[in-house]
C-alpha cells in the first residue's frame, strides 16, 4: 500500500432531504494526528456530513477513504469497528442504566465459557475505573444516569467515544455543557489523543476554542465547502467571514435605552433544598437586561425556575408591579406575563413530530382561535413566517417537522415561541447555546428591541463576551447565593470570575 498523507478523506459527498440539499459536493480531508474543526453557521451541513461518516445516513454520492482504502458504511457498527467513533451533539445515553453499563452497552466484558458466559461485573467496574482515571474525570461508575448533570453526561460521552480507541473521533459539539475546568480537562485529553496519532473532528461554534486546539479548518456554507485552511493562517474575523458570506462587523448591537421603574423585585428567595439557591435579593427594571453570570452549578438555573413557578420555594417574596405574588405553577407566571426559555431545550422544549409553525404557536394557542375556537391558520403562518426570516431559520417552509432541523435551528424556533407570548418579563437560559454567530447577532438584536419596547429580560449566559455585551447590570452567583450585582458598562471578566467563585470552599 501507498503510503497516504490522509487519515481520512471523505470525496464529493452528497445528500438530500426532502427539499434540503444538505451536502452538495463536501470534501474533507483529515491529516493523522490532529485536530480538524468544521465550522459553519446553523444548517450548513455539518452534523449531517458527520452522520454520513458514522454510518447513520447513507450519502447519495461521494466516497470515503480510511487510511488510503475505500470503505463503505453502512451502520453505526462499521463506523465502531473501522476506528470511528462520534460524540453527538443530541446525547442520548440510556437514563435507567448506570455510568459503565452506558459505557460498555452492547460490549459487556464476560466471563466463563459457552453456554456458562455471564458478564463480568467486576472486570466492567475496573475497565472503567480505569478509563476515567487515564482522562482524568471523576465520575463513580455505579451513578444511575438519570442523575448525572448534564455536563456530567456530556463527559460521560467523551469518555465512551475515547473507550472505542478509534482512529477518528468525531466531537459535535462537545463542549455545550460543559463547565470552564472541564473544557479545559477535555483540551487535554484532546492534546493526548493526538498524541497518539488519532484525529479528531471538531465542531463547535465557539470561535475562541476553535483557534485554540484545531491544527485545520474546514469551512462550510449552505451545504458547499468553501475551504480548509491551517488555523494558524485564520483569525475569528475571518472565519465569521468566510462562515456567514459577509462582513459581520459587530458582535453586538447598540444599545440606548435607559432601564425604567422597578417591575419586579425579589425578596430573600430561598429553596428548601439546602444546596440550591438561598436568600436571593434583587430588582429588575422595565426595559432592562439583567445578565446572570456565574459557574455551572451556581443554582441559576434552579432560581429562575422557581421564579416560573417550576420549582417550590421555602420562604421569600416577589413583587410584580408593586404586588405581592405568588407564582406556584408555570400558569401563575403566564399570568404575570412571564415567560421563560429552558436551557435543556432539545430535552424539554421541542415536540419531535409537530412541524415547525405548530412549535411555534404551541405555548399561545388562544391567540390563534376564531370565535368558533378554530386555529387561525393564515394567521399561524404569518406569525410563523415571519419568525423564520426574522431568525433566519433554515428550512424549505413552516411544515417541515421540528426534529429535522438543525439543531441550531431548532432553538430558534423555541426562541420565537417564547417570544410570541408577549412576555413582560422574559427570561432566558443560555440563549445561544448551540447557535452560529450569524444568528447569534439576531437574537441580540431582537433582545436589545424588546429591551426598548419596555420588556424586562433576565438572561443567564455563561459566555462572558454576551453578558459584557448584553447586560445593563450583571448578577452574579455562587453556590447557590448572590454574589454581587455589577454595572454591564463597567463590569470586566475577572470581576465576574471572582464573584462566580466567592462562594466556592
Ligand atoms: N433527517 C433530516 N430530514 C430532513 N432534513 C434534514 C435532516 N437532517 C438534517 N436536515 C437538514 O439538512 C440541513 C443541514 O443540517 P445539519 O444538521 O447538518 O446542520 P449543522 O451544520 O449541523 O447545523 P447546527 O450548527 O445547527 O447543528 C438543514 O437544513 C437541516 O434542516
Ligand atoms: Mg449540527
Do not use: H
Given at each position: 500500500m501507498t503510503e497516504t498523507r490522509y487519515l481520512l478523506e471523505m470525496n464529493q459527498i452528497t445528500k438530500e432531504f426532502p427539499g434540503v440539499k444538505a451536502l452538495d459536493g463536501v470534501t474533507l480531508k483529515v491529516r493523522p494526528g490532529t485536530v480538524h474543526a468544521l465550522m459553519g453557521e446553523n444548517g450548513a451541513g455539518k452534523s449531517t456530513l458527520m452522520k454520513c461518516l458514522f454510518g447513520i445516513y447513507k450519502p447519495d454520492g461521494g466516497d470515503i477513504i480510511l487510511e488510503g482504502r475505500q470503505v463503505s458504511i453502512n451502520h453505526s457498527k462499521d463506523a465502531l469497528s473501522m476506528g470511528v467513533s462520534m460524540i453527538h451533539q443530541e446525547l442520548h445515553p440510556v437514563?435507567?442504566?448506570n455510568v459503565m453499563e452506558n459505557i460498555w452497552l452492547g460490549r459487556f466484558p464476560v466471563k466463563g465459557f459457552g453456554p456458562f458466559k455471564i458478564v463480568d461485573h467486576k472486570k466492567m467496574y475496573e475497565d472503567t475505573v480505569k478509563l476515567f482515571q487515564d482522562l482524568d474525570m471523576d465520575i463513580d461508575p455505579y451513578t444511575i444516569v438519570r442523575e448525572l448533570s448534564v455536563s456530567k453526561i456530556q463527559s460521560l460521552e467523551i469518555a465512551k467515544a475515547v473507550s472505542f480507541r478509534s482512529k477518528v473521533i468525531v466531537m459535535d459539539?462537545?463542549?455545550?455543557?460543559?463547565?470552564g475546568n472541564e473544557v479545559e480537562q477535555l483540551f487535554k485529553i484532546i492534546h493526548q489523543l493526538r498524541s497518539r496519532g488519532v484525529s479528531i473532528i471538531y465542531i463547535s461554534h465557539k470561535m475562541e476554542e476553535i483557534l485554540r486546539i484545531s491544527d485545520d479548518v474546514t469551512i462550510m456554507r449552505d451545504g458547499r465547502l468553501i475551504g480548509t485552511w491551517e488555523?494558524?493562517?485564520?483569525t475569528t474575523d475571518l472565519i465569521i467571514q468566510r462562515m456567514v458570506g459577509r462582513d459581520l462587523s459587530q458582535r453586538f448591537p447598540e444599545r440606548h435605552n435607559t432601564p425604567g421603574d422597578v417591575l419586579m423585585k425579589v425578596d430573600g428567595l430561598t429553596s428548601p433544598h439546602p444546596k440550591s439557591f438561598r436568600d436571593v435579593s434583587f430588582e429588575l427594571r422595565k426595559g432592562e437586561v439583567l445578565g446572570v453570570g456565574g459557574l455551572v452549578g451556581a443554582q441559576r438555573t434552579e432560581l429562575i425556575e422557581a421564579l416560573f413557578g417550576l420549582r417550590t420555594v421555602a420562604s421569600g417574596e416577589i413583587h410584580i408591579h408593586g404586588k405581592k405574588v405568588k407564582i406556584k405553577t408555570p400558569i401563575d407566571a403566564k399570568k404575570h406575563k412571564i415567560a421563560l426559555l429552558t436551557e435543556e431545550r432539545r430535552v424539554t422544549g421541542i415536540f419531535p413530530v409537530l412541524n415547525i409553525k405548530e412549535n411555534t404557536i404551541i405555548a399561545n394557542l388562544d391567540r390563534y382561535l376564531n370565535p368558533l375556537k378554530l386555529i387561525n391558520d393564515h394567521k399561524a403562518r404569518i406569525d410563523t413566517d415571519q419568525n423564520i426570516g426574522k431568525l433566519r431559520v433554515k428550512t424549505p417552509n413552516y411544515k417541515t417537522l421540528i426534529k429535522n432541523l438543525s439543531g441550531g435551528n431548532q432553538q430558534k424556533v423555541l426562541l420565537a415561541r417564547w417570544l410570541l407570548t408577549e412576555p413582560e418579563i422574559l427570561m432566558l437560559d443560555e440563549p445561544t447555546r448551540g447557535i452560529d454567530v450569524g444568528a447569534k447577532f439576531e437574537i441580540y438584536s431582537i433582545i436589545a428591541d424588546l429591551a426598548k419596547q419596555g420588556k424586562s429580560i433576565i438572561m443567564i449566559s455563561s459566555e462572558m463576551p454576551e453578558l459584557l455585551g448584553m447586560s445593563d447590570r450583571i448578577m452574579v452567583m455562587s453556590d447557590g447565593r448572590l454574589s454581587g450585582i455589577i454595572d454591564g458598562a463597567k463590569a470586566t471578566e475577572e470581576e465576574i470570575m471572582r464573584l462566580a467563585a466567592k462562594h466556592l470552599g
Open positions: 437514563p435507567f442504566r459539539e462537545p463542549t455545550s455543557s460543559l463547565t488555523a494558524k493562517e485564520l
